[in-house]
C-alpha cells in the first residue's frame, strides 16, 4: 500500500477561523512533510518531521502550525489565515534514505484550502 | 541552493506521438525523482533516479548525474498522460527536494 491520504479535500475558512488539515500513512515511513502549492508553480516546502520531531521549518508564518501526535499522522492547524495563503496543501511521505538522505516521496491527494 | 530548470515548459501532442522531457540541475545531487501532477492535483511518484535508466511500461528515465541532467520519455502517449511533469532533485548535503517548475504536457486525442 502506497497510499498517503488526506482530509479534507476542500475547505473554505474566514480570516477568523481555526481549521486543521489531516494527513495519514500506514507504510511505516518516519518522514513526513507539508507542502504549499500555489497555481502553476511547483510544490514549496513548509514543515518536514524526521522520527516524529519537526526537523526542518522553512520560515513559515506561525499562523500555520504542524504537528506530528504519531509515526502515521500529520496535522496542520490553521489560524488567522490571509486570503493569499489559499493554495492546495500537500502531504508526502518517504522512507529515510542512506545517510540522512530523502526516500521516494509519496504523495497525498491535498486539500484545496481558500481563505476568504 | 541549486537550480534546476526544466525544457520544454510547454508541450502539445497528439495521441500516439514520443516526447522527451529534460531536466536539468546546477549541482551535484543525492537523488532525482520525477512526478505526474494530473490535473486534479495528484503528485505521483514516477521514479526515483539518481543515476541510470529506468523503464516503467511506457515510460523510461535517464539520469547522467557526472552532466547534470535527466531526461523522462514517453511513448505512444495517451490522453491520461496530460498534466504537468516536475523534476525534482535533492542536493548534496541538504535532506529535502528541490522542485524545477515543471512540464505541462496536454495529449490531445
Known amino acids: 500500500d502506497t497510499e498517503v491520504t488526506q482530509t479534507p479535500k476542500h475547505l473554505v475558512m474566514g480570516m477568523t477561523n481555526k481549521k486543521s488539515l489531516k494527513c495519514e500513512q500506514h507504510?511505516?515511513?518516519?518522514?513526513m512533510y507539508w507542502y504549499k502549492q500555489k497555481a502553476k508553480k511547483p510544490p514549496e516546502l513548509m514543515f518536514v518531521?524526521?522520527?516524529?520531531?519537526?526537523?526542518i521549518n522553512e520560515s513559515v508564518p506561525s499562523r500555520f502550525s504542524p504537528e506530528c501526535p504519531n509515526s502515521s499522522l500529520l496535522n496542520l492547524h490553521l489560524h488567522a489565515l490571509q486570503p493569499e495563503d489559499s493554495a492546495l496543501y500537500l502531504c508526502?511521505?518517504?522512507?529515510?534514505?542512506?545517510?540522512?538522505?530523502?526516500?521516494?516521496?509519496?504523495f497525498g491527494p491535498g486539500t484545496r484550502l481558500t481563505v476568504l | 541552493g541549486i537550480q534546476v530548470e526544466q525544457s520544454p515548459p510547454d508541450l502539445i501532442l497528439q495521441e500516439g506521438a514520443n516526447s522527451t522531457l529534460r531536466c536539468n540541475f546546477s549541482?551535484?545531487?543525492?537523488?532525482l525523482q520525477w512526478f505526474h501532477q494530473n490535473p486534479w492535483g495528484q503528485l505521483i511518484n514516477l521514479f526515483y533516479?539518481?543515476?541510470g535508466t529506468k523503464q516503467n511500461g511506457r515510460l523510461s528515465a535517464t539520469t547522467v548525474a557526472t552532466e547534470r541532467y535527466s531526461l523522462l520519455y514517453i511513448s505512444s502517449s495517451q490522453t491520461t498522460d496530460s498534466g504537468v511533469y516536475f523534476c525534482?532533485?535533492?542536493?548534496?548535503?541538504?535532506?529535502?527536494?528541490?522542485f524545477g517548475k515543471g512540464t505541462m504536457l496536454l495529449v490531445s486525442p
Open positions: 549541482d551535484s545531487v543525492n537523488n
Open positions: 508526502a511521505s518517504s522512507q529515510e534514505g542512506v545517510a540522512g538522505t530523502t526516500d521516494t516521496q509519496y
Open positions: 518531521y524526521s522520527y516524529e520531531k519537526l526537523s
Open positions: 525534482a532533485v535533492e542536493q548534496v548535503g541538504y535532506s529535502t527536494l528541490t
Open positions: 507504510m511505516g515511513h518516519r518522514a
Open positions: 533516479i539518481p543515476s
